[in-house]
């Protein structure tokens, strides 16, 4: 009898295992017919969590990004259904499960005696496994990291007419859908495997490791400010005034790539970084935004896309539009260090020709811009007669945002839902934020092409990552009172690049 194991989708493509009672519970709600599962009621750790059975989606509550999720099938013989898990060694304290296909391959090489290193080069490409000495060494580099066998609840299948134990619940459908995207790791205990905000599967004998971003105020993940970790210590609008945005603006780096479909697990970044030559306007951004990488405490710092020390080589190869850099290790302005290697495969996954961002701290460098469609227009008037929760004595500042289907790009695509409305209050903070909005509005951030979370839809015009409050009423989920919210939003924007200069 197959057993069900349930995996998430981290920054790079890979599938990672939820633990066995969160993949026993997620099962048992799918056989039920539960649309929606908070995975807090499930595992504390991960509070901050649901899962959209019927659309395969994790979702961040409190950001509404989306990941892919499966169900992969084992039988009995397999170490998870035997209770028993393969983990390797970030460092100190961290470890981090393989999916269960290597794991599977590392079980059989340790029962065959191991004589010789396993290779899975479609499965774990560069890298070689030694179960004798458990280590695991990239072929390129020569860089080795512990690997362990770890006992952990077995994995089975619920009982046929078993619900969930822990509140599986079926909350209302959000209103303020976020569009899936790619992008490599932003935490900033540098965990590979384990983006920030997503959880880990540990064994039984040790709590689940979270490593969640959600300090205040809490952004946007795929592009997320350092300030939102927890372990780094996150004029007035003319009434009635309509805003058009431009229609220079490039296209976003948003474009959501799909499941690996070989490539499910890897310790690490190897790869090859070369592709597309990054465009002069980038190179040129580059080189007046970095100076040469110098190590200032005692151990060497930790390059955020291989995870290799800086000291050490990159994982990805060199490409030539980098060479006029004259070093293979930079600092950027903002005093966090990369691989001037690892750079270009970071913005080679983006479809951006002006701009990227610092993984550490979102920084944007160049000016980011959007997919939105061209056919929107907004416009932001002033009401004095109406105030908002918390801002009693201030007006409320409305913006309205209208889109028509069209087509873009060749592609067709739907606008449904429009025109749709989101309150500020008429402050000097809510005008500051309402003027930074109208610059992401033009610059095509505000909104994107994407697959509805709602309805399921595919290429329409959905919410871009920007939280709007889109009700007046007082509690409600996406009204006020938010004492945070204009904060939030701010650093939202921010990572988007769009700041008070």
Known sequence: MSIVVWEWQNELNIYLPYSALVSEQLEAARNNNVKVVPLGGIDPYLETFEVN???????????????EIRRVLI????PFARGVKWEWNFKHDHWFPYNTEVAKKIQECADGGGAAPLQLPTLLPGYSIDVRTMIQTNVNTGFQRKIRRVTCQPYHNPGPSSLPTRSVQQPPVPQQPARQRVSMPTSSQRVPTFPASQPASQPASQPAAAFPTAAQPRPLSSTQPAAANPSRAR????PAATYPQSSQAASSNASRAGPSSGNSSRAGASSSSQGTPLSNTLQTIIRSSCTAYQQMGPTPDVCPVCQNN???????TTHPSLTGLQQDRITLKCNHHIHTQCLHALISQSSSSTSFSCLECQRSYGVRSGDQPTSGKMAVKVDNSISLAGYEQFGTIIVTYNFTSGTQNGVAYSAHGFPRTAYFPDSDEGNDVVDLIKVAF????IFTIGDSVTTGAKNCVVWNDIHHKTSMRRNDTYGYPDPGYLARVRAELKSKGVEQS
């Open 442 to 445: 033009k610059r095509r951030l």
């Open 235 to 238: 004029g007035r609008p003319a």
């Open 310 to 316: 800086m000291t050490d080589p990159s994982d990805y």
């Open 53 to 67: 059975i019927p659309m395969m989606k994790q979702k961040t509550t409190y950001n509404g990004k989306t990941r």
């Open 75 to 78: 039988d009995s013989s397999h």
